[in-house]
């Protein structure tokens, strides 16, 4: 898999333009910006690491999460997301033309992944809740698996749940604070890359596992802020700042877990795209490689014979900069 497949090349000025609208939206409502401590561990002696986007970025000392703060308040973001010009953008033109992509590579492999561990695990397929489903993908696919019973994609954007009840699947268009409310029980929930974006992410754990049945489990993935690329580019990295507002790693994600209530089971590093991530910006111009000859040999020199061994050693050793975390409600 290469980025062009996911986020094709031609779109990417103006996905960045949208961006920086998107931002501003957030900037010019900076009152409503409010101060946290460590979303993972809890602490309160951050330090400051970086700004970005006008926006400070703090290094918990205890677990090395990094995090904005002062950030917009959770109703904020929550209009955040319904007025995004960036993400109707990917609604109308990136998903899909990328889609038959992102089901090969991304969405298909998900839904396998998902189907071997209720199987490893002996969970229950009962119901399955996804949240934050976005387009729809992998809610098709791992209805097509005919697993669960039930799926069910849990979406708040108004256009994209729309796009998910196009596909047939059942919605919900509230919080997850919100689906105990609705009777809501859940074998498995699933999370992709959401975990970063969320104003309290221990709140929306915990009420995961109040969805969950016991013995359930919780798939999620999200970036790795001790990964290769976001860890060598730090607020270069396009994984940092703008809406992702926590930056875990393998050690602060497990801690964050199990202070909602789970048991850990694993944690994985499965990314592909680290090198080639760190090859463009530096053949872009973005990021000076000058005084690192090492990564310079490695990444502009001898990148065809290099690059995919180094992309190996980094899932092996789980340093590259995607994170996939599976946790079990006992």
Not at 207 to 236: A, H, K, Q, R, Y
Request: glycine share 6%; net charge negative.
């Amino acid at each position: 898999m290469k980025e062009n497949d996911i986020r094709p090349d031609e779109y990417q000025h103006r996905i960045s333009e949208l961006a920086r609208q998107d931002k501003q939206y957030l900037l010019d409502r900076k009152d409503r910006f409010v101060s946290v401590c460590c979303p993972a561990c809890g602490a309160d002696e951050g330090l400051h690491q970086f700004e970005k986007f006008e926006t400070p970025y703090l290094a918990c000392p205890k677990c090395r999460t990094v995090y904005a703060s002062p950030r917009p308040e959770a109703s904020l973001l929550g209009e955040y997301y319904k007025q995004s010009k960036n993400y109707a953008f990917w609604y109308e033109h990136v998903f899909p033309a990328s889609e038959a992509a992102r089901r090969k590579s991304i969405f298909g492999p998900r839904a396998e992944m998902v189907s071997e561990i209720v199987k490893r695990h002996q969970v229950s397929c009962g119901t399955l809740l996804e949240i934050g489903a976005g387009f729809g993908t992998f809610g098709q696919e791992i209805k097509a698996l005919d697993i669960f019973e039930r799926v069910i994609a849990l979406e708040l954007t108004p256009t994209l749940a729309g796009k998910c009840r196009e596909r047939g699947l059942e919605v919900l268009e509230c919080p997850v604070e919100e689906a105990s409310l609705t009777g809501i029980q859940a074998d498995v929930v699933v999370s992709f890359e959401t975990l970063e974006h969320l104003f309290d992410p221990l709140e929306v754990l915990q009420s995961c596992f109040n969805v969950l049945n016991p013995g359930g489990v919780i798939l999620l993935s999200c970036p790795n802020m001790l990964g290769f690329d976001t860890m060598t580019l730090g607020e270069l990295s396009s994984s940092v700042g703008g809406e992702h507002i926590n930056m875990f790693n393998p050690h602060s994600v497990a801690l964050l877990l199990e202070r909602a209530g789970f048991k850990m089971l694993d944690v994985s590093t499965p990314g592909k795209l680290d090198v080639e991530l760190l090859r463009k910006k530096a053949l872009a111009g973005d990021w000076d490689v000058s005084a690192q000859p090492f990564l310079a040999e490695v990444l502009l020199e001898r990148y065809d014979d290099l690059a995919g061994p180094l992309q190996d050693f980094l899932v092996a050793h789980k340093l590259s900069s995607h994170m996939v975390v599976l946790a079990q409600k006992t």
